[in-house]
């Protein structure tokens, strides 16, 4: 994995395309969960004011660079990043790959609102019919509710977990959790529901 140092945080340098085909290895070969970071200007600012988040996001198996900011850096530096990486992109992006390689993957969202998530769901499975829903669940929940979340998306046993807390949350859980979760791949993917929900 090729990677730029920017900030004390190693973003990938890979370019979309690269990206779709490394992380759908990860897909097909990983035991355990293969976290993905996508991490935009606010993310990477955060990381210098908190040393907990920024050690969550340093853990993470991928960090990919969203925003432009680190595409120029990363030139200055001479170790350039191919180009900007966003989560809705990549998600775009690798489902289509996906489909077209008959894959059957199934998606479970954990996220926004109950019917934002659902939404989002819906127009993901009509747009890409080899992604199917696992299952869903809203991301406005009490700290004492994690157990039965945690618990349901381990009998939803999704291949993919896309988590829409808004960062700092969305990172957090999924480090916090990965352990338990028997998902292949999770990804924090900050307000994507809500654009696939429309
Ligand atoms: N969100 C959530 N629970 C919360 C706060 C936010 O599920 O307690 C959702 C929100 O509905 C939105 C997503 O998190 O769909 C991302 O929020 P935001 O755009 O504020 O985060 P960012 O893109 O800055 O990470």
């Known amino acids: 994995l090729q990677t730029t140092t920017i900030f004390d945080i190693p973003f990938s340098s890979m370019t979309m395309e690269e990206t779709i085909i490394y992380i759908t290895k990860q897909l ?12 935009n200007p606010e993310i990477v600012m955060y990381t210098k004011r908190n040393l907990r988040f920024k050690t969550a996001v340093k853990k993470a198996d991928l960090i990919t660079p969203d925003g432009v900011g680190l595409i120029k850096a990363s030139k200055l530096l001479g170790k350039p990043i191919a180009e900007r990486v966003t989560g809705f992109d990549m998600m775009n992006n690798w ?15 954990l996220g926004a609102r109950q019917h934002v998530a659902e939404k989002a769901g819906r127009t993901i499975t009509a ?22 979340i945690v618990e349901q998306i381990q009998k939803a046993k999704p291949d993919i977990l896309l988590v829409a807390l808004g960062f700092p949350r969305q990172e957090f859980f999924i480090q916090t959790y990965k352990d338990q979760l028997q998902v292949k ?8 529901f809500d654009v696939w929900a429309g």
């Open 95 to 109: 489902f289509t790959h996906l489909s077209e390689q008959e894959t059957n993957v199934s998606v479970f969202l």
């Open 127 to 148: 747009k890409y019919p080899n992604i199917k829903l696992a299952g869903c669940h809203h991301g406005y929940f009490k700290k004492e509710d994690t157990v039965q």
């Open 28 to 39: 097909h070969d990983r035991q355990d969960v293969f976290h993905i970071v996508t991490a």
């Open 185 to 192: 791949v999770a990804v924090g993917v900050g307000g994507s």
